[in-house]
C-alpha cells in the first residue's frame, strides 16, 4: 500500500539545462516502509533503502546488549591521556520501592556529559555503586520480615535493571556496593586510622537519641531538633558513644569552600553549618554567701563582649555543675530543684522556642562578680540557655539581646543599654563614602506627638523630595533639650511642646550632599508631646522649605527617607537594639565603635586573666556510632587490662556477624551485644579475653569516601593506587541533590583532608565542580510519593515510549536545577522530536548539497549543544536540536556527512538511536568513539537574513538577502516586492525607517 507521494525538485540542474524532480513513494510492508525514488533525469525507479519505523523497543535492546558484550564503556586505564574526566552522580540509596522518573534526571545528565566527554578525546571515569548499609534499608527489612543483606541484594538488583534499561555509559566493572566486606574494610581502615591519631574517640555525653529509630544520631540527622528520618522529637540521652573529632579540620572546612565551584546556596550552607564565629570566654567570679569569692567562676561565651557593661544579670544551664557544686550555699535549693526537674521533661525545642515565655530561678545565696565593674549581678537558672552549647551559661545584656530582654521583662530585672545605633547609609544621594575622611556633626530628632492624636510630625522637603522627622544642628550655647524646644518652634510655630522620653543619640554616617561632605551625625533623640495647638506664624523661608504632615507610626515608616529616624520610629515599639553601634556608659570605652571596644575590652580581660578571645565553631564533633545492626562494625575491642584496643590491620574486615535477630534493643545496647560468639575474641595487645564493639558506623561513614574506590575497586591492598589516585582525582562533575548540601558533603570533604593528611589522596578535595539537580514533582504537582500515589515508574515510561525519549523528556523540562512536574503529555514532544530525527535519514543522499543557510545554523548548533552540555543548559541544547531538525526538514536531501554530524550532536541524549542510524549511515564502531563535531567560528555568522518590509508599520511581506547588501539596494528590493507595490500603489512616500538586517518600514499618506 502507498502511504505517502513525495515530489521534490532537486537543486542541481540536468545535463538538459533543465531541474530534475525525485518522486518518492513510500510503500508500507508489514511494519516497514520501503522508499522508492523515481528520477526525471534517470528514469528507473529504483530502492533507495528501506527504512524500518522507529522501534525503540527492539532497537534499545540491541544496542545496550552490544554495549555490554563489547565493554563499550569500560574506563580507559591510559593514564598517559592528558585529558581527563572524572564523571560522577551521589550514589542511590537503593529502597524497595525503586526508582521513579525523578531519580535518573541526574544520571541522564552526567551520562550526556561522560558520553560528550568520551567523544572529545577524554579518558572517562563514569561509575556507579550502591550506599546500601543504614536504617533505611534495616526498617525495610524488618518490615518485610527478610534479611537486611538479602532485601539490599534484591533492590540493588532491582535498581541495576532499571537503569539498565535507561541505557547509561556506566563502567559496570567498577560497581560498589558499602555493604560488601571488601570495601568496607577501607572504611574500617580509615576509622582506625583515625583512632591512631586521636581523632576518634569514646564520648559519655548526652547525644541526640530518637526513641522511635532507636538510636543515637548525630547532629546532621536533626531537622531542627526533630530525626530528619522519621520526625520524632528527639531525647537528650547520655550514653557511651564513638565520636570523630570533626572540629579539629572546621577552620580547614570552611577556607576550603571559597575555591570550590559549587553552587552559591551549597557553599553558604556548608559556612552557616561550620558556622564560626569569633568571641571571647569572659569569667565572672563568685560570691557566696558569706561574701566570700570562692574559687569557682562561671565561663561565658560571648561574640559580643562590647555589650559587658549592659550586662545585668547571669545565666546557667539547669545542666550547669554550678549548682551540684555549691549545693550548699543555695539557700532556695528545693525551688531551684524543682525547676531543674521540670526542665529535664522539656525537649529543645520547648526550652528554645521563640516568642516562649521565658522560665528561671534566681539562685540565692550566690552573685556573680562584673569582670569590669566588680558589681554583684544575680544569677538565675533558666531553661533557654542550654547545657551542651558553649559554656552553658551566658552574660545577660538585655537591652541588647531578644532573649535576655523577654527574660528581664519577665523577671523586671533592670536593662542597661550601652550601644547606641551606628546606622550607615547605603542608598541613593546620602550613600556614606567609606575611605573617606567624614566630618562629625551634632544635632537632635525629635518624635512629636500630636495633642490628642496618635501621630506625629512629618516634615515634607519638597525640592530634595525627602521626608524626616523634625530634626536640626545643635547651636553653641545650647542644650540638646534646648535645641528640640527652639527647633519645633522655628520649624512649626507649635509652642507647647513637653519632652517626654529621651531614646538616647541615634548616630549615622553619611554624605551630605549639599555641603559634599561625608558624615558622622550624633543625633540626641527625643519623645516630645505637645499639649495643645497653640502655634505662632512660622516664617515664609520655613514654610517654604517643608511642609508638615501628622503621621501615624506606620506612615512614618514609609515615609522617612533616613536609617537614622526610622530607627528613632522603631525605638517607639522598641528600645531592644542588637546590632553594632556605638558604646556609652562604658566607662572608658564610650564613644567607641563595637569592633574596636571587642578588641580592647578583650585586651583588658586577658591582661586580668578573666577574659580570652575564642572563636567557636557550630559545628559538633561527628556522633559516629549507631545502636542497630545494619552497619559496618567499629574494629575495635575491649580489654579490662588494655582498655580499647584497635583490632590490627590484617584482621581486617571485622565482618558483621550473619543473624536472625537484628532488631533494634531500644536500650542503647547494639543488637550485636546479644551474639557471645562473635563478642567475645581475645585481645590482640595482650591475648587475654576481650569484648568486641558492638555499636555500628553510621550511614554516612560509608558514603564518605566511595568515589575514590571506584578509581581502584578491587585492590586488596590500600584503599586506592596511589598513582590511579592522582591521575583521576578530583572529582571534575558531581551531580547529585541538594538535600546533602551539609551531611554528605561536609563529612566526605573531612575524610577526603584526613586521607589527605595521611597521605591517602594527593588533593584537599574531593569534588573540584558541583551541581545540584532539580526534583521532578508529580504530574498533580506535589512530591513524587508513594503516600500521594502519584509515583511513575521509568520501566513504563520505557516501554511506552522508549529510553531515549526518556532521556531527551527529562533534559527538556525546564532548567536542570529547577523542581518540575513530570507531564506526561509533554513526553510526545520529545517522540515526535526524535521520530523526526529518525525520518531525517530519508533524506540522506551521499552526493547532496547543504544550502548555505543550514549549513551556518549547523554551525551555530554545533557551538551552543557543546557549550550547554558543558554548563548544564541541557534544555536549550535540545531545543537548538529541534531548531536544526526544522532546518534539515526543508532540504530537499541531506549529506550523509552532515546527517553524521547531526548524529553525533543527538547521540549523548539519545544513545541508542544514533548508533543504530550511524550505523545504516556508514559511521564505523561506536559513535562514542566518533569525534565530537568541531564547528567553523565564521560560518556561526548568518550568511542570509529574513527582511520584514512594512508599510505604515504593517506587515506586508518579506524577502532573504545576502548579508552585506547596501542600504539602497535593500529599500530597492524591498519597494520591487509586488504584495508591497500593491500597498503603496501611486501614493507617495514620505519616509522610509530602515534596520540593518531586520526591516524595511515605508511611511505612505
Ligand atoms: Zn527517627
Ligand atoms: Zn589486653
Not at 540536468?14 to 511494519?31: A, E, K, P, Q, V
Not at 531543674?340 to 556573680?368: N, P, Q
Not at 549639599?514 to 533623640?525: C, M, V
Not at 545576502?962 to 512616500?989: C, F, M, N, Q
Amino acid at each position: 500500500m502507498i502511504i505517502e507521494i513525495e515530489k521534490n525538485r532537486n537543486n542541481s540542474p540536468t545535463l538538459f539545462g533543465d531541474f530534475c524532480y525525485t518522486i518518492t513513494l513510500r510503500f508500507s510492508l508489514h511494519s516497514d516502509t520501503i522508499i522508492y525514488t523515481h528520477c526525471t533525469d534517470y528514469p528507473r525507479v529504483r530502492a533507495l533503502h528501506t527504512m524500518a519505523h522507529y522501534d525503540h523497543t527492539s532497537l534499545e535492546k540491541k544496542w545496550q546488549k552490544k554495549w555490554a558484550e563489547e565493554h563499550t564503556y569500560r574506563t580507559s586505564e591510559d593514564t598517559t591521556n592528558p585529558k581527563k574526566a572524572y564523571i560522577l552522580n551521589m550514589f542511590p540509596y537503593p529502597s524497595g520501592q525503586g526508582l521513579h522518573v525523578g531519580h535518573p534526571k541526574g544520571y541522564i545528565a552526567t551520562d550526556i556529559i561522560a558520553r560528550k566527554k568520551m567523544m572529545e578525546g577524554y579518558s572517562v571515569l563514569h561509575p556507579m555503586g550502591w550506599d546500601a548499609f543504614g536504617l533505611p534499608a534495616e526498617n525495610y527489612a524488618l518490615k518485610t520480615k527478610t534479611h537486611p543483606k538479602t532485601s539490599t541484594d534484591d533492590n540493588v538488583a532491582r535498581y541495576k535493571e532499571q537503569l539498565s534499561l535507561i541505557g547509561l555509559s556506566y563502567d559496570w566493572e567498577r560497581e560498589i556496593n558499602t555493604t560488601d566486606p571488601a570495601y568496607y574494610k577501607w572504611t574500617q581502615w580509615a576509622f582506625l586510622k583515625m583512632f591512631e591519631k586521636g581523632l576518634a574517640y569514646e564520648s559519655y555525653e548526652p547525644i541526640n537519641w530518637c526513641p522511635s529509630c532507636k538510636t543515637g544520631l548525630a547532629n546532621e540527622d536533626l531537622d531542627g531538633t526533630v530525626c530528619e528520618r522519621c520526625g520524632s522529637e528527639i531525647e537528650k540521652k547520655p550514653m557511651r558513644q564513638w565520636v570523630i573529632k570533626i572540629t579539629d579540620y572546621a577552620d580547614r572546612l570552611l577556607a576550603g569552600v571559597d575555591a570550590l565551584d559549587w553552587p552559591e546556596q551549597i557553599k553558604e550552607s556548608q559556612r552557616n553549618w561550620i558556622g564560626r564565629s569569633e568571641g571571647a570566654v569572659i569569667t565572672f567570679r563568685i560570691k557566696n554567701h558569706e561574701s566570700r569569692i570562692t574559687d569557682e567562676h562561671i565561663d561565658v561565651f560571648t561574640t559580643r563582649a562590647d555589650t559587658l557593661f549592659g550586662c545585668t544579670y547571669v545565666v546557667v544551664a539547669p545542666e550547669h555543675n554550678l549548682i551540684a557544686k555549691h549545693e550548699s550555699g543555695i539557700k532556695n535549693q528545693e525551688a531551684v530543684k524543682h525547676y531543674i526537674e521540670i526542665t529535664k521533661k522539656k525537649t529543645v525545642i520547648e526550652r528554645t522556642a521563640e516568642g516562649k515565655e521565658k522560665t528561671g530561678v534566681c539562685i540565692e545565696g550566690l552573685v556573680a562578680i562584673h569582670p569590669l565593674t566588680g558589681k554583684e549581678l544575680p544569677i538565675f537558672v533558666a531553661d533557654y540557655v542550654l547545657g551542651d552549647y558553649g559554656t552553658g551559661a551566658v552574660m545577660a545584656v538585655p537591652a541588647h539581646d531578644e532573649r535576655d530582654f523577654a527574660f528581664a521583662q519577665t523577671y523586671g530585672l533592670p536593662i542597661q543599654h550601652v550601644i547606641e545605633p551606628l546606622l550607615t547609609q547605603t542608598e541613593g544621594t546620602a550613600t556614606f563614602r567609606i575611605g573617606e575622611p567624614a566630618v562629625d556633626s551634632y544635632g537632635i530628632i525629635a518624635l512629636v506627638k500630636h495633642w490628642s492624636e496618635d501621630t506625629y510630625i512629618g516634615l515634607y522637603w519638597s525640592e530634595a523630595e525627602w521626608g524626616t522627622l523634625l530634626t536640626g544642628g545643635i547651636d553653641d550655647g545650647y542644650t540638646a533639650e534646648e535645641t528640640v524646644l527652639k527647633e519645633i518652634r522655628e520649624e512649626t510655630g507649635y509652642t507647647s511642646a513637653r519632652i517626654i522620653e529621651s531614646l538616647g543619640v541615634i548616630h549615622s554616617k553619611y554624605y551630605h550632599h549639599p555641603k559634599q561632605q561625608n558624615r558622622i551625625g550624633h543625633a540626641a533623640t527625643f519623645i516630645v508631646e505637645l499639649t495643645d495647638d497653640t502655634q505662632e506664624e512660622v516664617s515664609d523661608e520655613e514654610k517654604e522649605k517643608h511642609e508638615i504632615r501628622w503621621l501615624t507610626k506606620d506612615a512614618l515608616r514609609s515615609f522617612l527617607t533616613a536609617t537614622s529616624h526610622l530607627q528613632a520610629v522603631t525605638f517607639l515599639d522598641t528600645r531592644l537594639y542588637t546590632d553594632d553601634g556605638i558604646l556609652t556608659d562604658s566607662a572608658e570605652y564610650t564613644g567607641l565603635e563595637s569592633a574596636n571596644a571587642r578588641e580592647k575590652i578583650v585586651a583588658t580581660l586577658e591582661e586580668k586573666g578573666l577574659g580570652k578571645k575564642t572563636v567557636k565553631y557550630k559545628l559538633r564533633d561527628w556522633v559516629f556510632s549507631r545502636q542497630r545492626y545494619w552497619g559496618e562494625p567499629i574494629p575495635v575491642v575491649h580489654c579490662d587490662t588494655c582498655g580499647v584496643v584497635a583490632v590490627p590491620e590484617q584482621e581486617l574486615p571485622v565482618t558483621l556477624p550473619d543473624v536472625k535477630q537484628y532488631e533494634p534493643t531500644g536500650t542503647g545496647e547494639s543488637p550485636l551485644a546479644g551474639i557471645e560468639s562473635w563478642v567475645n575474641t581475645t585481645c590482640p595487645t595482650c591475648g587475654g579475653p576481650a569484648k568486641r564493639e558492638t555499636n555500628t558506623m553510621p550511614q554516612w561513614a560509608g558514603s564518605s569516601w566511595y568515589y575514590l574506590r571506584y578509581i581502584d575497586p578491587h585492590n586488596s591492598t590500600a584503599l586506592v593506587d596511589k598513582e590511579k589516585e592522582s591521575y583521576w582525582m578530583p572529582v571534575d562533575t558531581y551531580v547529585g541533590g541538594a538535600e546533602h548540601a551539609t551531611r554528605h558533603l561536609i563529612y566526605a570533604r573531612f575524610w577526603h583532608k584526613f586521607l589527605y593528611d595521611i597521605g591517602a589522596v594527593s588533593g584537599e578535595e574531593p569534588f573540584v565542580r558541583l551541581q545540584h539537580v532539580g526534583l521532578i514533582g508529580g504530574e498533580d504537582g506535589r512530591k513524587m510519593s508513594k503516600r500521594f500515589g502519584n509515583v511513575i515508574n521509568p520501566d513504563d515510561i520505557i516501554a511506552r515510549f522508549g529510553a531515549d525519549t526518556l532521556r531527551v523528556y527529562e533534559m527538556f523540562m525546564g532548567p536542570f536545577d529547577q523542581n518540575i512536574g513530570w507531564s506526561t503529555d509533554n513526553i510526545m514532544g520529545a517522540r515526535r522530536f526524535l521520530e523526526r530525527v529518525w525520518k531525517l535519514s530519508e533524506r540522506v543522499r551521499d552526493e547532496a548539497i547543504l544550502s548555505q543557510e543550514t549549513e551556518a545554523l549547523l554551525h551555530k548548533t554545533i557551538q551552543k549543544v557543546g557549550d550547554d552540555i558543558d554548563t548544564f543548559a541541557f534544555n536549550t541544547a535540545v531545543s537548538a536540536l529541534m531548531i536544526l531538525v526544522n532546518a534539515l526538514e526543508k532540504e530537499p536531501s541531506i549529506p550523509v556527512t552532515i546527517y553524521r554530524t547531526c548524529l553525533s550532536l543527538v547521540a549523548p541524549f539519545a544513545p541508542h538511536m544514533a548508533e543504530e542510524l550511524f550505523a545504516r549511515h556508514g559511521g564505523e564502531g561506536s559513535i562514542v568513539r566518533a569525534p565530537w563535531p568541531s564547528y567553523d567560528k565564521t560560518k556561526c555568522v548568518a550568511s542570509a537574513v529574513t527582511i520584514a518590509v512594512q508599510v505604515n508599520g504593517k506587515m506586508r511581506g518579506t524577502f532573504t538577502a545576502e548579508v552585506g547588501i547596501s542600504e539602497e539596494e535593500i529599500i530597492a528590493r524591498a519597494h520591487a516586492l509586488p504584495e508591497i507595490k500593491k500597498h503603496i500603489s501611486d501614493k507617495v512616500v514620505k519616509k522610509t525607517i530602515y534596520i540593518k538586517d531586520k526591516l524595511v518600514n515605508f511611511v505612505v499618506d
